[in-house]
């Protein structure tokens, strides 16, 4: 088995695991919108969630030893994918047909760019100056994005995508410095680096599960989107990390991310709706209009003559 293909593996576990993390994040935020962090903490489901994204995170590290930024990061809109139906199984719903096109049109997009991106395992690492100013113009942005505004479950979702993807990038940098033969394993800039990597991995969790508390969504699709946008930057900027295929495959490539981010909203914009039915009798009356009700006579006490008993008004 090729690099390139134990790189996918891994990633499509991978997206499984945050999938199902992220629907568990979800659900704990709807459930505790006003409840603070610190609250949070003290919460099993909480702890259940950082779990899967943990397992996810440490499959992803593996693909990264793998594959290239290129291959992998975009990969990460599985997880969209694989959340679709998690969800409509929690929601006790069916998938419906737009969610299946914008399945199969993030599944194309991605096969796009996978037949560019495709290459050997990475050999090149950033350096500890570049890694720096990486972290700390990213850390600038997390901050315009974290400010008080409008529209916050969006901008701390995206911010939550680019500390992923750029965690993602220092982490490449740390598994092959330290898997490097003709050095120490735990050299001043690997031990720097794993340092940003924990602060930027610890943030994005965190900002993830402020933004999912508008729902899951838009939220899970802009994180989907911000991730691979920033970590493919520094792939194909600093880590010479290019496509096959010259022209055309850039082309192509364009093209792959274009339908697979059309997949993506496409699936952030359906409206799910629970139908009514014999064998859901609560979604039933839930689903009743007020005006259909039946009206029942009003009852007033009997005269004291009769008492304990309710008559017609």
């Known amino acids: 088995m090729t690099a390139t293909l134990i790189a996918v593996a891994l990633s499509l576990v991978s997206a499984v695991a945050y999938a199902a993390a992220a629907v568990a994040q979800e659900r704990l935020a709807a459930r505790s919108a006003d409840t603070g962090m610190l609250r949070l903490l003290g919460a099993g489901a909480w702890w259940a969630s950082v779990g899967l994204n943990a397992g996810a995170a440490l499959l992803h590290v593996v693909a990264l030893k793998y594959g290239t930024l290129t291959v992998v990061q975009p ?32 599944l194309a997009g991605l096969a796009a760019l996978l037949v560019t991106a495709s290459g050997s395992a990475p050999d090149q690492v950033l350096s500890l100056t570049e890694a720096l100013v990486v972290a700390g113009t990213t850390a600038a942005l997390i901050g315009l994005l974290s400010r008080p505004g409008a529209k916050p479950g969006l901008r701390h979702a995206t911010a939550s995508g680019f500390a992923s993807g750029v965690a993602s990038a220092l982490t490449q940098t740390v598994t092959v410095a330290a898997t490097d033969r ?92 629970v139908e009514a039915d014999e064998e859901h009798p609560v979604a039933a009356v839930l689903a009743l209009k007020p005006e259909t009700a039946t009206p029942e006579p009003a009852l007033v006490p009997r005269q004291p003559s009769d008492p304990g008993h309710l008559t017609p008004l």
């Open 182 to 273: 003709s050095g120490p394993v735990l050299s001043l800039q690997v031990v720097l680096v794993a340092v940003l990597v924990a602060a930027f991995a610890v943030g994005g969790l965190l900002l993830s599960q402020t933004a999912y508390r508008g729902g899951l969504g838009a939220p899970l699709a802009v994180v989907t989107l911000s991730n691979p946008i920033a970590a493919a930057a520094i792939g194909l900027t600093l880590l010479g990390q290019g496509l096959r295929g010259g022209a055309a495959g850039v082309l192509l490539a364009l093209a792959g991310g274009a339908v697979a981010s059309w997949g993506v909203v496409l699936l952030t914009r359906v409206t799910p709706v």
């Open 75 to 106: 990969l990460g809109a599985l997880t969209l994918v694989a959340a679709v139906p998690m969800g409509a199984r929690v929601a006790g719903r069916k998938v419906t047909a737009a969610e299946w096109r914008g399945t199969a049109l993030t």
